[in-house]
């Protein structure tokens, strides 16, 4: 069965750290790179940052440098490290497949799952 799960997300001050976690379940998520994406209300959902199998990694320029992602197949867990965070990084927070693996299920074997996500809300 598939599961996404996030956690960790709160209200953090501007300068502030959140570590998002996101527990999976189905064995399609560690045959793929994973992602995490966000969305503020009445956007579209934006990919944050994806990390391969191997581990490369790729940020979005607006979190680069403040941002990690990191993974851990042996617990199916993926991982999102926010340091010096900023207003503008309010929303909630999703993890998935990562993008080119998200648009082939999506396209190709009606992929439809997402979790529930977990808010960040960044205020002093």
């Known amino acids: 069965q598939v599961q996404l799960v996030e956690s960790g997300g709160g209200l953090v001050q501007p300068g502030g750290s959140l570590r998002l976690s996101c527990a999976t379940s189905?064995?399609?998520?560690?045959?793929?790179?994973m992602g995490w994406y966000r969305q503020v209300p009445g956007q579209e959902r934006e990919l944050v940052a994806y990390?391969?199998?191997?581990?490369?990694?790729n940020y979005a320029d607006y979190v680069k440098g403040r941002f990690t992602i990191s993974r851990d197949n042996a617990r199916s867990m993926v991982y999102l490290q926010m340091n010096s965070l900023k207003p503008e990084d309010t929303a909630v927070y999703y993890c998935?497949?990562?993008?080119?693996?998200?648009?082939?299920?999506?396209?190709?074997?009606?992929?439809?799952?997402w979790g529930k996500g977990t808010r960040v809300t960044v205020s002093s």
């Open positions: 998935n497949l990562d993008p080119t693996a998200l648009r082939y299920h999506v396209q190709f074997r009606a992929w439809n799952y």
């Open positions: 990390i391969a199998n191997d581990g490369n990694t």
């Open positions: 189905g064995s399609i998520f560690s045959d793929n790179g």
